[in-house]
């Protein structure tokens, strides 16, 4: 148990925004769901980039680009390994999730008519809601939303009656990001696909917290943000099937994304490139590569084990406080607490809590109409990651308990 | 005697100075919170709202003798103490006062990221809006 605790605690070390105090108080850095911080390989390479590579990628004949290029790409494959995908020209280089989902929308949508149906879950984040309202105005085309049970599970028997012919694709989160759920993709996409219907994973939460593979899961499209993963903001994925991402249009026009122009006609690049108009982030994605790098680094499987003992720890510790309820109470759940405590407003005790050094998210987490269905103006959402640990959860407690005195 | 504009401002200040943790400055806003009278939510009008990402503010303003004399409410408690220090420093001033005069003791005692666009509780809007109010008087 010792050797355990020292091995999370040598990860820990690597992340020196850890260290911090904020308001005097040593930070204990609960939002996670929204953000997780940077490891010292990573800041580290961001600086190098720089400082000793910075040039334009897949267009310099001088040597500085072409290191550039051969690193952005070397990141490419990275990532391609590191979710199964079968060829590096099924990565797309995105912003990040909510982009990923908009690409979609907006190129698959090209390819879907009048009536066609596209189902989400009431669990899902504004990113994977507003993409599709938008696409039902320009090509109207149908939202439809799988409901929930009151646990936060997805309600898979109203699913299997919601599946037509119809269906064109089912956009669903792989992890709710402010339940904690994990939803039973596996089997979603393999009725999805019986039906005839288009799969969309929304991977933002579930990347950082276990083993994707695309291969397995046979998704058609999984998307991610390289911030959810210890890399760089301003970086995101989309991992689309070859075959699909050939037949969809361009998303953007622009530079890169075009094979020859002419102003009567112009055509496009092959992939990855067809998706990605304009200079890219090109530090983003290397850095997003070293991310991935540092999670190859680690054992992951000692690092989820050591989430899921944080979250059943601080859920034995919060069910112990008086009124406070618990959102979200999945079996199958990721280490994320979303709670109330009686009537407090959420804010009240996210502000005090923060006066103490404890960073969570407060308010209705991008899931307004989940908020709706709970009948609350928002929940406290305390999120863990893997350099997280249990002295972190005690003043937590401890900071929360002082919040709730203060507020009664 | 009423008391000048910034003098409300500066016994605000004297009031939170005596404090040196912010859970006690945060205690004695929860207080202030707790006795304002607000609106009551059978009174609220969808016009009143003002709503914020985080909390929800109700904004009610009137004028009586050249006075302006505002009403507000939150579903947050500590929006809501802010709330009635900006009410105890607004109310009963003329409208030119509210509009051309700074509020500095919000920043004195250390609360301006309340008023700041991320932390979206309503409060910025609703000083926006106490503004405004008072300039359809000027």
């Known amino acids: 148990m010792k050797g355990k605790s020292k091995y999370m605690e040598g990860i820990r070390s690597q992340f020196p925004l850890l260290n911090k105090k904020v308001h005097g108080k040593p930070l204990v850095y609960f939002d996670n769901a929204a953000t997780t911080q940077k ?64 690409l979609i929308a907006t190129s698959l949508g090209e390819l879907m008519n009048k009536g066609d149906e596209v189902l989400i879950s009431a669990m899902e984040h504004h990113s994977n809601i507003v993409p599709w309202q938008l696409l039902a105005e ?83 499209f999984f998307v991610f943000s390289g911030h959810k993963i210890f890399g760089p903001t301003g970086i995101g994925v989309l991992y ?38 304009g ?18 680094s680690i054992d992951t499987k ?25 959102y979200g109470t999945s079996k199958n759940k990721t280490s994320l607490v979303s709670f109330n405590v009686g009537t407090i407003h959420p804010f009240d005790i996210g502000t005090l809590l923060d006066k103490q050094g404890i960073a969570v998210r407060t308010g209705h987490h991008c899931t307004q109409p989940l908020m709706d269905f709970f009948s609350i103006p928002g929940t406290i959402r305390a999120s863990f990651s893997l350099y997280n640990n249990k002295e972190e959860v005690d003043l937590f407690i401890h900071a929360l308990k002082k919040a709730i005195s203060v507020l009664s | 005697m009423i008391e000048s504009f910034n003098e409300k401002q500066d016994a605000i200040i004297a009031d939170f100075q005596v404090f040196d943790d912010w859970m006690d400055k945060y205690e004695m806003i929860i207080d202030l919170g707790k006795e304002i009278q607000g609106i009551t939510v059978d009174k609220r009008k969808d016009e009143q709202l003002i709503d914020g ?19 507000a409410d939150s579903d947050a408690i500590i929006t809501k ?47 926006k809006r106490m503004k405004l109010e008072a300039l359809k008087h000027v």
């Open chain 2, 53 to 71: 990402c985080q909390s929800r503010v109700w904004l009610k303003a009137e004028i009586d003798n050249k006075r302006m004399s505002f009403s």
């Open chain 1, 279 to 296: 200079t890219p982030n090109i530090v983003g994605g290397i850095a997003l590569g070293t991310a991935l790098e540092f999670m190859e």
């Open chain 1, 302 to 326: 000692q690092a989820f084990a050591h989430e899921k003992e944080l979250l059943a720890y601080a859920e034995k510790e919060l069910l112990k406080i008086e009124n406070l309820k618990i």
């Open chain 1, 39 to 102: 490891p010292q390989k990573v800041i580290d390479r961001i600086s190098t980039y720089y400082s000793s590579e910075n040039s334009n990628i897949h267009r310099g004949v001088h040597h500085l680009s072409q290191v550039a290029t051969q690193d952005y790409e070397d990141a490419r494959i990275r990532i391609k390994n590191y979710i199964g995908a079968a060829k590096e020209n099924e990565i797309i280089f995105t912003k990040g999730t909510t982009d990923g989902i908009n």
């Open chain 1, 138 to 220: 320009r090509k109207g085309i149908t939202m439809r939303v799988i409901p929930i049970h009151k646990d936060g599970t997805l309600d898979i028997e109203t699913f299997d009656g919601m599946l037509n012919e119809k269906t064109k694709l089912v956009s669903i989160t792989h992890i709710s990001n402010t339940l904690g759920t994990i939803n039973p993709i596996e089997t979603i996409i393999k009725k999805a696909h019986r039906a005839g219907a288009k799969v969309l994973i929304d991977g933002a939460q579930s990347i950082q917290h276990g083993e994707v593979n695309v291969a397995d899961l046979n998704c058609d």
């Open chain 1, 240 to 277: 689309g099937k070859e075959s699909l991402l050939d037949r969809m249009p361009p998303y953007q026009g622009g530079g890169d994304m075009i094979q020859r122009v002419s102003f009567d006609q112009t055509s496009y690049n092959e992939l990855p490139f067809k998706f990605e108009a």
């Open chain 2, 81 to 127: 103490g802010i709330i009635a220090l900006l009410i105890a420093v607004y109310n009963g001033e003329k409208p030119e006062t509210i509009v051309k005069e700074d509020l500095y003791f919000i920043d004195q005692i250390g609360l301006q990221n309340h008023l700041s666009p991320t932390r979206a509780n309503g409060l910025l809007e609703m000083v």
